[in-house]
């Protein structure tokens, strides 16, 4: 008999199955995709980690520890629930994990990063409340590849020597439980489809399995794939009327069923009305996935405009509070909103999220990082290529044109060439000095003092209006769904708990499906790299146990 059954070969999945075999368990992992999709949403990923007090962070003159860390996870956090117990204790026991042997570690089995550390997910209202207070964003060299690279080259050694057993194809239905404990799997397996890695693939039936084990493993990941159940959870007290449109980050697999046949099994689920969205969506002219969305990662730059053309205030600037921007553009009763920037800004600030829309950095290849960023005219091929082709774009060379444009694309909601013009201007007149009463132009020069941002990532403070920085650029941006927060309860080993807060006994779960941890160690806000650190430390922890 198969000792640990793990369904689901994402990250969560490679890392439980690896730790597990590493202990002599024989493991079979399961996933109703095929094997081209081995490493599931973390392949696409730009590959960023949530690490404290690195070489990379010293190097740059970050000065950061396990105590500040904590701070800002804890009021980005505002655990407020009887039900936040078990997520707060795997919060606290990542935060020692991401300030000690995360990165040893992880460098020891090959991964290594790029030398700027990122600062992502800022916060920009109080020291105890919401963000990050230095950068901790660590990208991986080879972005998403790159994360689980390390991680599939062990499982295929495990293979190799006949400890891991891989099922492709095979769709989990339902848990056999007996006597109270979980005990197998069964479901269906699926017609072969050798559809490129993301392609919707043919849930046609061949046949049925059943198979048992001393521990099942659940890494299957969250809900972002299936809207409907998106809005179904969505906090409209908090957060306000969901989005009749979306576009969507996450292939449609994505799609939370294992999670509701555990939960039919008896399993608790917490907290699944904390989710993470994004308000800088487009739509991708190349889609892989349906409804396929890429989020733009802002400089702090861009003037940032509600879809009513009111430019919207601190601390809902680029890059600051996910969450709170995206109450703020749904407060208006629509669902968009408009980026207004110039060539420099564009050509300085705009990346796009994903393995694929990085192809530099993915290569892992210094000499491609310096062609595409540092030595190249106009902003990075990717972003030029949906500069040109994407939807969301307007490109003009006087700000008439461009509201004009912007009308065009939103007819519905049209906004005020003169409102527009005056918002830029009072911006622009505070530019002359090195003081001024804007808060984004403030924040503008605060990034430029880190040197990452200066080098790689905030362009000099300069005019919107003036005609030597254009053409000027609109961009329209659309809510993109991403993470759950919330899941399968789980304690800080990954076992799954019942209902009624007891052990569900032969049953774990690790990565997006547990919250990443707990039932949801980000509590209401996640702090960027955060995601792949809590499927590697998941999925650690319940390879270590089962």
């Known amino acids: ?298 400089g702090p730059s861009s003037m940032w405009f509600d879809a009513l053309g009111v430019r919207m205030e601190a601390p809902y600037l680029p890059g600051f509070d996910s969450l709170g921007t995206l109450k703020r553009i749904l407060s208006t009763g629509h669902e968009h909103s408009w980026f207004i920037l110039t060539q420099k800004i564009i050509e300085k600030e705009f990346a796009l999220s994903g393995s694929e829309q990085n192809p530099d950095l993915t290569s892992g290849k210094w000499l491609e990082v310096l062609k595409g960023r540092l030595m190249s005219k106009g902003a990075p091929a990717p972003v030029e290529a949906f500069k040109q082709h994407g939807e969301d774009f307007v490109v003009a060379d006087s700000l008439e044109m461009l509201v004009d444009g912007m009308n065009q694309l939103a007819p519905d909601v049209p906004v005020k060439f003169e409102r527009i013009r005056d918002q830029i201007a009072a911006r622009d007149a505070q530019i002359d000095n090195e003081y001024c009463k804007d808060a984004q132009v403030t924040a503008i020069r605060g990034a430029r003092q880190y040197k990452g941002d200066r080098l790689i990532r905030t362009a000099k403070p300069h005019r919107i209006l003036d005609v030597e920085n254009g053409p000027l650029i609109a961009v329209r941006l659309n809510i993109l769904t991403r993470k759950s927060l919330g899941g399968l309860h789980t304690d800080v080993t990954g076992q799954v708990l019942r209902s009624d807060c007891q052990p569900f006994e032969g049953l774990f779960a690790a990565g997006e499906v547990a919250g990443f941890g707990g039932g949801g160690y980000h509590g209401y806000n996640a702090l960027e790299g955060t995601f792949l650190g809590g499927c590697i430390f998941s999925g650690r922890a319940v390879g270590r146990v089962v």
């Open 1 to 298: 008999m198969t000792d640990v059954i793990v369904v689901g070969s994402g990250l969560a999945g490679l890392v439980a199955a690896q730790e597990a075999a590493s202990r002599g368990k024989q493991v079979l992992l399961l996933d109703q995709e095929g094997e081209q999709s081995l490493g599931g949403q973390a392949y696409w990923s730009l590959g960023g980690l949530f690490m404290v007090n690195t070489p990379e962070q010293r190097r740059m003159g970050i000065k950061d520890t396990h105590a500040l860390a904590s701070s800002d996870w804890m009021g980005s956090a505002q655990f407020d629930r009887p039900e936040d117990s078990n997520p707060r204790k795997v919060a606290e026991a990542y935060l020692e994990f991401a300030a000690g042997e995360m990165r040893p570690w992880l460098h020891s089995i090959g991964m290594r990063w790029f030398p700027v550390v990122g600062w992502a997910e800022r916060g920009g209202e109080m020291a105890h409340g919401h963000g990050n207070s230095v950068p901790r964003f660590h990208v991986a060299w080879g972005t998403g590849p790159g994360v689980v690279a390390p991680f599939e080259r062990l499982v295929r050694q495990y293979a190799d020597a006949g400890t891991i057993t891989f099922g492709f194809r095979h769709k989990v239905t339902d848990l056999l439980v007996q006597a109270g404990v979980v005990v197998g799997v069964s479901g269906d397996i699926l017609a072969d489809d050798n559809a490129s890695r993301g392609k919707s693939t043919n849930r046609e039936i061949l046949g049925q399995f059943e198979h048992r084990a001393q521990a099942v493993i659940i890494t299957t990941g969250g809900i972002g794939g299936d809207h409907e159940m998106v809005r179904r959870f969505w906090p409209t007290d908090r957060l306000g009327k969901a989005p009749k449109r979306m576009v969507a980050g996450v292939p449609d697999y994505v799609d939370g069923q294992m999670q509701r046949v555990a939960e039919g099994a008896g399993a608790g689920v917490i907290n699944g009305d904390r989710m993470w969205h994004y308000t800088e969506g487009l739509a991708n002219w190349a889609p892989i996935w349906p409804n396929h969305g890429i989020r733009i990662l802002p």
